[in-house]
């Protein structure tokens, strides 16, 4: 059993930062491939980024390329995703997961948070 617990959301104005992180209570949290979607109101669950067990490789979706950056501790249990220059489409409920493979499909992933809701204001 994997616990996944985002924070980091909030409001902020287009061309602005955030970083959100995702804390997990996995003692083997360095054996689980680590990601982001995003769901939009009224749309699907969208991949964001995934990152390898060790971090040394993310992957991000090309909506998100050069603005979005995936890292993680793992002596900290933690990943985090830097966001860049956000866009009014970025408004979404961000979510962490967690899973055993390197994939941008939402049903790889076992182990879901709860949710982070960014709204960027144009």
């Known amino acids: 059993q994997v616990l996944l617990v985002e924070s980091g959301g909030g409001l902020v104005q287009a061309g602005g930062s955030l970083r959100l992180s995702c804390a997990a209570s996995a003692r083997t949290f360095s054996q689980y491939i680590m990601a982001w979607f995003r769901q939009a109101p009224g749309k699907e669950r969208e991949f964001v980024a995934y990152i390898t067990y060790n971090g040394g490789a993310a992957h991000t979706a090309n909506s998100v390329k050069g603005r979005f950056t995936m890292s993680r501790d793992n002596a900290r249990n933690t990943v985090f995703l830097d966001m860049n220059n956000l866009q009014s489409e970025d408004t979404a409920v961000y979510y962490c997961?967690?899973?055993?493979?390197?994939?941008?499909?939402?049903?790889?992933?076992?182990?879901w948070g709860q949710g982070t809701q960014v709204t960027v204001s144009s």
């Open positions: 997961a967690a899973g055993r493979f390197m994939s941008d499909s939402i049903s790889n992933y076992a182990y």
